[in-house]
């Protein structure tokens, strides 16, 4: 036995070095630039994730700024800073994988957001597509309508002229969260009714994103977790019995739509995610109750809390600059003059002040906050006079492009005005993201083609002309007929301070608070 330990004594560390001087001097990747404890540990990303709290996206950031637009940021990823690159790797017309390791956070089953190959994923994402086009939306907007008017009546009724004080992460998760639960199964929690619109499952979706860091550095504990039973785990954390209560509520409505015994789908004026999918050209195997629970959950929680940030940001900026807030309620009181005859959807896509708002706000909440790797599995990528091997996976990050200040000067103010008149962005410098082809972005292009939230390319964001519909119907309703003020609320409140793949606010926050007067 001593000998034993004694050889793992002198092997082990003999390995570590060789692994260390492998990676810095003999990888395919060791002529990228970077900082070399990155590149020689991935350690250092976990310390920076997991126990500092979801800070490694602002320590690449600060590599970028000293080591150039390409980066080595951990052993085996690239990761690149260029406006004119975003394009070349989020594009329809590539076939990119995404990365193994991340597929751990999530349910790691059949849901979309957790599909690793291209291939795969465009089949599943394919059977989805129809319940989120423009036209089903458009169709879908009278109900956005119809929520909107709630939360804003219920601000007013219960609100207006009191002493209380209303938090609008919750109003807005409410919102969110009746809409996009009645669009997709055709039933709905009905959290606007909530007092305070204080509604668990909407809080349980928003905790879930604490454990993003652990379950993806450390898968062993998700798949620990998973083990468990749901009973005991509520009782381990009962903030998130909802969740699987919701889970519950999910495999009832899929095993009766299955056996033909709940056919409330089919007498709503939209089609519903579980319509026809039953029909979809699927495996079988990916028709089984846990693949569509797995779906489910996967759009509603992306579904919720993404558009409740957006809102949620929005309103704190607009209150927090009263010339923006008296211009967009010049506008709206022009374009919405009756409050008992609100305008279209399509109507309300026409405004241009409140259209440059609601771009501003979904260039400074980022959408998913964390960088998205692609993964080339049989050819090689190109970045200037860089070849990236084949398999390597590439990333790039909302946060650092919504912060580039040759595109967007002052980033980090809110600024709707610099969405007016069409603006046109002529790039500083030569192209220096190409394939193996060149080509010239010196031409003027538009500001929105920097924006980014929804993602770009193959798998960009399933709900977003949804998402859309929501931003434009409620942020109009509410500064139309809602006169709010903040209370004890500042920047923290809505700053991008902590990556969990979701932007989270500063550590204690308590959200964006406000009175209504």
């Known amino acids: 036995m001593p000998s034993v ?31 070399k404890l990155t590149a020689a540990s991935g350690w250092y990303e976990t310390y920076l994730d997991v126990y500092r709290g979801g800070q490694f996206t602002f320590r690449i950031e600060e590599w970028h700024k000293r080591y150039g637009p390409i980066i080595r940021i951990n052993p085996w990823e690239i990761h690149i800073s260029d406006p004119e690159y975003y394009d070349v790797l989020y594009s329809n017309n590539t076939s990119f994988d995404k990365m193994q390791k991340w597929n751990k956070r999530f349910n790691g089953g059949a849901e979309l957001q957790a599909t690793v190959e291209h291939d795969i994923h465009h089949r599943r994402r394919v059977a989805l597509n129809p319940y989120f086009s423009k036209r089903q939306i458009l169709n879908f907007s009278p109900h956005i309508q119809g929520c909107a008017e709630k939360l804003s009546n219920k601000l007013i009724r219960e609100f207006k002229d009191t002493p209380k004080v209303v938090s609008l992460n919750d109003a807005y998760a409410a919102f969110t969260g009746d809409i996009v639960c009645y669009y997709s199964f055709a039933w709905s929690y009905n959290f606007l009714d909530y007092e305070d619109f204080v509604a668990p499952f909407a809080i349980a979706v928003r905790e879930v994103a604490n454990a993003i860091h652990v379950f993806g550095h450390f898968p062993w504990v998700r798949a620990f977790v998973a083990s468990l039973p749901d009973r005991f785990l509520a009782l381990m954390n009962p903030s998130m019995r909802p969740i699987f209560q919701f889970q519950k509520e999910i495999e009832r409505q899929i095993i009766s739509i299955r056996d033909g015994e709940n056919e409330e789908h089919k007498y709503v004026a939209h089609k519903t995610i579980f319509s026809d999918l039953f029909a979809a050209d699927l495996p079988t195997q990916e028709k ?61 896509e026409r405004l241009p002040y409140l259209t440059a708002v609601i771009h501003e706000a979904l260039r400074l909440s980022y959408g998913v906050s964390q960088r998205l790797p692609r993964i080339s599995p049989r050819q090689p990528m190109y970045y200037s006079s860089y070849i990236i091997p084949p398999g390597t996976p590439v990333s790039m990050t909302t946060y650092i492009c919504h912060h580039n200040e040759s595109i967007f000067p002052d980033s980090h103010s809110f600024n709707p005005d610099r969405w007016l008149n069409n603006p046109k962005v002529v790039p500083l410098k030569p192209a220096t993201a190409t394939t193996n082809t060149s080509h010239n972005v010196k031409e003027s292009k538009p500001l929105t083609r920097y924006l980014v939230s929804f993602s770009k390319g193959t798998r960009m964001c399933l709900g977003m002309n949804l998402a859309w519909a929501e931003l434009y119907i409620g942020l109009a309703n509410v500064f139309r007929r809602v006169d709010m003020e903040l209370w004890e609320t500042g920047r923290g409140d809505v700053e991008l301070r902590r990556d969990y793949f979701l932007p989270l606010a500063e550590v204690g926050s308590r959200g964006v608070r406000v009175k209504v007067k």
């Open 5 to 35: 330990l004694g050889l793992f004594a002198v092997g082990f560390p003999l390995y570590l070095l060789t692994l260390v001087i492998y990676r810095l001097f003999l990888s395919p990747l060791a002529r990228f630039p970077g900082s």
């Open 288 to 348: 089984d109750v846990t693949s569509f629970q797995n779906q489910a959950a996967g759009i509603v929680g992306a579904g919720i809390e993404t558009t409740r940030a957006v809102m949620t940001l929005a309103s704190f900026h607009i209150l927090s600059q009263p010339e923006i807030l008296k211009r967009l309620r010049q506008e709206l009181e022009a374009a919405f003059p009756d409050l008992a005859r609100p305008p279209t959807l399509t109507e309300l």
